[in-house]
């Protein structure tokens, strides 16, 4: 039976904006998980564009440094790449620099993915932090509280990249995805966990992305193609912040830049 998932999408001016709204949005959902239940355990993507929220976190002149309820969350990983800690493409090593060396989370709160070791056993490593951490048993999945997301040029998101074995793996919490592709491995929490966050949203900025974002929300479902489509949350909604370009080719978005679709699946 075809499933209806609420997309709402806020479009913002440019980076800044952007990268502004972004960190009220993490804000916002730590502080809700955090009166709910005593903390809240975030999964952050990395790439390039969440750099300048997570720079905007951390900066003192900033109201989120001294807002944000640090001492009660835990920090995971979306994905990684099959490099060392210290590498220029390292996803924790841009976290770091743009927000960790300068927040008041201490290293027991940051579950990095080791990025340095044989993918396999990155994946498998970092699954047992994941089932410990969320005292997961059996077939059980983690719950993260708040997962934020980023969209490739080719549709890809997390490490699940389009013809990838990612896209089928249905059992493991984190896989070991090889990306012929791109002559690599990754390492990526896979889309069933994904999908469980109690909040999933998207972040995304340019016009490179302008394409792909309207062939993931109004075109044909196609996830071997476009996985970023494999995202539909169990809790039924899903949020896109975006910047003008990224948002150009979808419905207009009403005076307070916000949009709305309903897409089946
Ligand atoms: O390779 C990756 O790409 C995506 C998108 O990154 P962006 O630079 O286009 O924002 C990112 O979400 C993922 O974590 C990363 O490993």
Avoid: C
């Amino acid at each position: 039976m075809a499933k209806t998932i609420a997309v709402e999408y806020r479009v913002h001016d440019g980076p800044d904006a952007l990268a502004h709204a972004a960190a009220e949005h993490f804000l916002e959902q730590a502080q809700k998980s955090v009166a709910a239940k005593g903390k809240a355990r975030i999964a952050v993507s990395g790439g390039s564009t969440p750099k300048r929220t997570f720079e905007l976190l951390a900066n003192p002149k900033e109201k989120f440094l001294q807002a944000m309820p640090w001492e009660k969350l835990e920090l995971y990983f979306v994905d990684e790449r099959t490099v060392p800690p210290t590498d220029k493409d390292s996803n924790y090593r841009m976290t770091r620099e743009a927000m960790l060396d300068k927040v008041p989370l201490k290293p027991e709160q940051v579950f990095r993915i080791k990025g340095e070791l044989p993918p396999e056993e990155a994946a498998a490593r970092y699954e047992s932090t994941l089932r410990n951490q969320f005292k997961l048993e059996g077939a059980e999945v983690p719950r993260f509280d708040v997962l934020a997301l980023g969209m490739g040029d080719d549709g890809h998101t997390a490490s699940i990249f389009p013809h990838t074995a990612g896209i089928h793996e249905l059992a493991r919490l984190v896989y070991a995805n090889q990306v012929p592709q791109k002559d690599t491995w990754r390492v990526t929490l896979t889309w069933p966990v994904i999908i469980q966050a109690g909040e999933v949203f998207f972040l995304i900025g340019g016009k490179d992305k302008a394409d792909p974002l309207h062939r993931v929300l109004q075109g044909q479902y196609d996830p071997e193609t476009l996985p970023s489509q494999l995202i539909q949350p169990k809790n039924g909604k899903l949020l896109f912040l975006l910047d003008k370009d990224a948002a150009a080719l979808l419905p207009a978005p009403d005076a307070s830049g916000k949009g709305k679709l309903e897409i089946q699946r």
